[in-house]
């Protein structure tokens, strides 16, 4: 039941995660920002909205969003949260779980290459550049945590990786959430990866790939991004947090006010830092496949 609370609450409370990162670059800019619900009624008024499709594009254009929305949808479904358990849940299921946010990447990935368009071609490339490091990163810091806690499911790990916080487990878990900070900013297509808010050509990354989808389309891509960012919190929170109350409901809580934690700290540092010279992307993913790797070494030792 609990579960299901927490995949509620995703699926409800996502797309303010959008809210409170804009909310809180306007508080540290001195500007007065959007509402904090902005992002339900873009979803609203999308959703309101037909869809045109170029005469060059094919049925893969039209099947890229709802494809990529069901693959992160089932990839939430598997995701703990504050100590109890997801959806579904079975050994190896970070595994699937990287392979279906994969699958939502491929599918966009092919939906831009469909559209014939250099320019989203060039942001196709873009993404998958960086999404081979990124992927590497994700599987081998959830990887670590399996080893350290001997367990071979998320549900499993999470459960056990602050069971007592003066575990060896502990410092490992800090360097994986560190590095699981950089890969959330890669993947979300944030600061300093990416600016989902520019549509200057040459820094675009992901926003480019979906500049041919409107309406409901665009809502669903929009969606399973909101959704996406919330999967990537709640793995940094049950990380970051190192301690469980034992309490469902509370911890529960804790848990929820880790996650929009988590999006104020996104909200910082876009305002603290620029976006990197394209170039230097991979050096700061494998600046986090090296902190991964020194948590392995951790836990070998």
Same mark, same amino acid.
């Given at each position: ?7 509620? %609450?995703? &699926?409800? *409370?996502?797309? $303010?995660? =959008? #809210? ?7 508080? !540290?800019? @001195? ?106 990163? %994700?599987? &081998?810091? *959830?990887?670590? $945590?399996? =080893? #350290? ?7 499993? !790990?999470? @459960? ?125 993913? !494998? ?15």
């Amino acid at each position: 039941m609990t579960s299901i609370i927490n995949l509620l %609450l995703a &699926l409800m *409370l996502s797309p $303010l995660l =959008i #809210g409170v990162i804009n909310r809180t670059k306007a508080k !540290i800019a @001195g500007r007065r920002g959007q509402p904090l619900l902005q992002p339900y009624h873009d979803l609203v008024k999308l959703m309101k909205k037909g869809s045109v499709y170029s005469t060059t594009t094919t049925r893969v254009f039209r099947l890229g969003p709802v494809a990529s929305l069901a693959a992160v949808l089932v990839a939430v479904t598997m995701v703990p949260s504050g100590g109890m358990g997801g959806v579904f849940s079975f050994a190896g299921d970070f595994v699937f779980m990287a392979y279906l946010l994969g699958l939502a990447r491929f599918v966009t990935v092919i939906a831009a290459l469909d559209t014939g368009s250099a320019f989203e071609g060039m942001g196709a490339s873009r993404e998958v550049q960086f999404a081979i490091l990124a992927e590497i990163v %994700l599987l &081998l810091g *959830l990887a670590v $945590l399996a =080893i #350290g806690t001997g367990e071979t499911s998320l549900t499993g !790990i999470y @459960g056990k990786l602050w069971v007592s916080a003066a575990s060896a487990l502990g410092p490992a878990s800090l360097l994986v959430a560190f590095a699981f900070l950089i890969i959330l900013l890669t993947e979300n297509a944030r600061i300093p990866v990416d600016d989902p808010n520019t549509h200057l050509e040459l820094t675009m990354i992901h926003e480019v790939m979906v500049l041919d989808h409107g309406g409901v389309d665009l809502a669903f891509i929009q969606y399973g991004a909101a959704l996406k960012l919330w999967l990537f919190a709640a793995l940094l929170t049950g990380l970051a947090i190192p301690f469980r109350t034992g309490i469902v409901s509370l911890d529960m809580m804790v848990n929820t006010a880790g996650i929009f934690a988590a999006a104020i700290l996104v909200g910082f540092i876009e305002s603290g830092m620029a976006r990197l010279r394209l170039l230097n992307v991979p050096q700061m993913l !494998i600046a986090a496949l090296a902190v991964t790797v020194a948590s392995l070494l951790w836990i070998l030792r």
